[in-house]
């Protein structure tokens, strides 16, 4: 439903569309020959203004003729007993090596007569008042139903090979194997299916009226019995696709745990996600690793083989932090252009920035004012807020404006600053440039986490609740993870109906910044190695180590037989 591939081609809203762009970078990079599947929007998603300390959604029309080029291959699907022409655009992504991957846009447009049928990919998540998920449900037929279409008119004129396994990325693409149904039967269907789950939120799993989709679908759904696929009560679009799959995974371990837990009965492996290390380094830590890691093992470089960064303890660690230094400047240069807010180099820097929902309580640390700004050694941490929140969702939106009041409070005590409109380049800004990467999802209600990952590439450490990707992170000799610190009680595999508690977190997140943290980062010996830790940390939570697993787990092949030779 989302891709993130350039910052500036807003098909994206946040860390969904960005890990799908990070899957396909590495694919390229590794020579797979993977084609993507997305929808073109006629909007991008939108700008975040703060006004009177609320977000403020701006939507700027999308002009995307500079990236791709419109093809002469349309489909048709019915939607509501109509015929709705889909049409394509095609995107090539140059993978390192110079391999092009396909990127195949579908959009609606130029249906006669019906001009609100042009609408349906105007908008990402496009929603109205009180439509019952027509626009939702109009999307995702022209992603399933359309995408399977149109990837077959795509090989019968020899544009791609008929793919032997399509991989849905979430059930907004739960309709594809309904298509596949038609033309292969059910077996022929599910044997040709992958699923990938990415949210244990319950919010996250589109579920849908049947009698809306009976009447959105009509005659497409004859013969088949949508209940026992989809659920009794509602059309489940994850239990669709868990159906229709022969192969479905979760994005962390205990995610795994998690899925399983709320779809008993299916067999829910994990391939814990990863970040794309060429796109989340920033440009001093990639001149470091091109210094110390080019041809040193293998021939190969870190670019090709990111696991390469676990040998970092050949770096010496006056190089470690004079290179955060650097990005930590351009990071504070550009709050202070951005917001005339002046931060201080020397004071330990705490970034925060990812989609501003509830269950990651962006607000945690602001429970108690005199608390923080007691463990923060009054007024020697300062921290750097950002992200955006759904724009339906009021709640998140509060969560904003809580941490922007809070800053006002604060002002004379505390530094908080909040940068607005969160987007990929200013997202590794902030990875790169802070101190200490804050994390704080309810467990368990994080299925991975990736914005910790990209810090770690640039040698910053994680201070995080233990859930998602951080609990997978080894632990060193004293029981404290690699290349940062834990937050809160180890996890349990009944926290399903137990959430962590915020009191608790809190309460633990003032501590360890008072009596862990803080005194790390005052030695610089201390610090260089807690940042060796990170990077090696981003030796295995890359996306090359992630599609490798999905190549050999859920597409069932020998990596070196799917690999496209020179």
Request: contains cysteine; neutral net charge; aromatic residues 10%.
């Amino acid at each position: 439903m989302e891709v993130a591939i350039y910052p500036e081609l807003k098909t994206y809203s946040g860390g969904l569309g960005v890990l799908a762009g990070d899957f396909l970078k590495s694919a390229a990079d590794l020579r797979l020959p993977i084609s993507a599947v997305t929808l073109l929007y006629n909007v991008g998603y939108f700008d975040q203004k703060i006004v009177n300390m609320r977000q403020v959604e701006e939507y700027n029309r999308l002009d995307p003729i500079e990236y791709m080029t419109e093809l002469p291959y349309t489909v048709t699907i019915e939607i509501e007993g109509r015929e709705v022409t889909v049409g394509c655009a095609r995107m090539y992504y140059i993978g390192n090596t110079n391999f092009p991957q396909p990127h195949y846009f579908l959009f609606t447009r130029g249906n006669a007569g019906h001009p609100w049928d042009d609408e349906i990919t105007d908008q990402l998540y496009k929603k109205g008042v009180n439509d019952q998920n027509y626009w939702r449900i109009a999307q995702e037929q022209v992603l399933g139903i359309g995408g399977i279409k149109m990837l077959h008119l795509l090989a019968e004129n020899g544009e791609i090979s008929l793919p032997r396994t399509y991989h849905l990325n979430e059930g907004h693409a739960g309709f594809a194997p309904l298509e596949l149904l038609k033309r292969y039967g059910y077996e022929g269907a599910r044997s040709r299916t992958v699923f990938t789950t990415h949210t244990p939120v319950e919010a996250g799993h589109d579920m849908f009226d049947y009698g809306k989709v009976q009447g959105m679908l009509g005659r497409f759904v004859d013969g088949v019995d949508l209940r026992a696929l989809g659920g009794r009560d509602c059309l489940n679009m994850t239990r669709l696709a868990l159906n229709l799959s022969r192969y479905a995974n979760a994005v962390a371990r205990r995610h795994g745990i998690v899925s399983r837990g709320m779809f008993p009965g299916y067999a829910i492996d994990s391939i814990t996600n990863g970040v794309h290390s060429r796109t989340w380094t920033s440009k001093v830590f990639k001149k470091l690793y091109d210094e110390y890691f080019n041809g040193f093992h293998y021939q190969k470089n870190w670019r090709a083989d990111p696991s390469l960064l676990g040998v970092v303890d050949r770096i010496s660690d006056e190089v470690i932090l004079q290179a955060h230094k650097v990005a930590k400047r351009n990071l504070l240069d550009y709050v202070k252009k951005s917001t005339g807010e002046i931060l201080d180099e020397d004071k330990l820097t705490v970034g925060f920035a990812r989609r501003f929902a509830t269950y990651k309580r962006g607000n945690l640390i602001f429970s108690d004012l005199d608390r923080l700004v007691e463990a923060s050694g009054g007024g020697q941490v300062q921290f750097i807020f950002s992200g955006k929140a759904h724009p339906k969702d009021e709640p998140g939106k509060g969560v904003i404006t809580d941490v922007l009041k809070n800053a006002e409070k604060l002002k004379d005590r505390l530094k908080v600053v909040f940068l607005p409109n969160y987007e990929m380049n200013k997202g590794l800004l902030l990875a790169a440039g802070a101190d200490v990467w804050l994390n704080l999802p309810r467990r368990p209600w994080e299925a991975s986490g990736t914005s910790g990952m990209k810090a770690a590439h640039n040698g910053v450490p994680s201070f995080s609740t233990i859930d998602g990707w951080w609990d997978e992170v080894p632990k060193e000799g004293g029981g404290e993870r690699q290349g940062g610190w834990s937050i809160g009680e180890e996890p349990r595999d009944d926290e399903l109906n137990n959430p962590g508690s915020d009191a608790a977190d809190f309460e633990s997140f003032c501590r360890r910044l008072k009596n862990d943290v803080r005194p790390a980062y005052a030695d610089p010996d201390e610090w260089a190695r807690v940042m060796k830790g990170a990077i090696k940390n981003a030796a295995y939570f890359n996306t090359h180590r992630m599609v490798r697993e999905y190549v050999e787990r859920a597409y069932g092949m020998r990596f070196e037989d799917a690999v496209v030779k020179d």
